[in-house]
């Protein structure tokens, strides 16, 4: 019984993937584009940057770089709390 | 931890300056190449996680010291929020210093050229406070936890 089950999800779970992939539009040709083509064109007027990544990751996303910074300052500070007592 | 070879300690303590040099070019020229704090604080830190692996623990705290690494880790968050925050006069992260003229103010090239190092305003700043981070933070990881284990390998011997 839980063998058909699996069976006939598996056989479910097959033909959708072949059903996406079929439909799956062609590489380089996203159904919107217009946010990529803004930051592509503006970035190095509007920030000054030659490297494009740069320019979105510190300045049109600083708050995520910020958010990544803290993660590896609490990363820091639990891995001192976790060897404090070692380190005595 | 042992030391390891004499062949190894020697070709180590060839390449550890150029491992850190090549680390601090990708994070200064991180607004311009590919690269950035991140990146090139990885590559620093990945030299100090060398010499603890080749010199051992005891050999590498000599030239290493974790609370100046672990203060120059707060300093560098400490100034990278500082900077997002001078640009409050607009919104926070506003990027007041870019095509100013001034400290790294000069206005970029349009299209594809190979550069200028004193573009971008606040965001080579905001790199090398990041890259200072991340050096020092990875280090401190890395210290911290083969002092641990080194410690708790000495203990577990005398019980």
Redesign the interface.
Known sequence: MKKTIFGIALVFFVAFMILIAVQMRPFGQPTMSHMDDYFIQNTQAETGVNNVVTGILFDYRGFDTLGEATVLFTAVIGVTVLFREALK | MKQMSRVVRTITSLTFGYIVIFGFYVIIY?????G?G?QGGVVVASGFALLLVVYGHKKAEEYLNTNLL?FA??T??II??VL?FLGLGFS??Y?FL??SGGLF????V?GV?P?DVY?????PL??LA?GL??LS?MG??VL??S??AT??KK?KENL
């Open positions: 991180g607004h311009v190449t590919p950035g991140f672990s880790e707060s560098g968050l990278f929020i997002a926070f992260f990027n870019t095509n103010g000069h206005m970029p349009s050229n550069g573009t971008g305003g606040l965001i905001m790199e990041v981070e991340v933070a401190v990881i911290i936890l002092g641990g410690r708790i203990k």
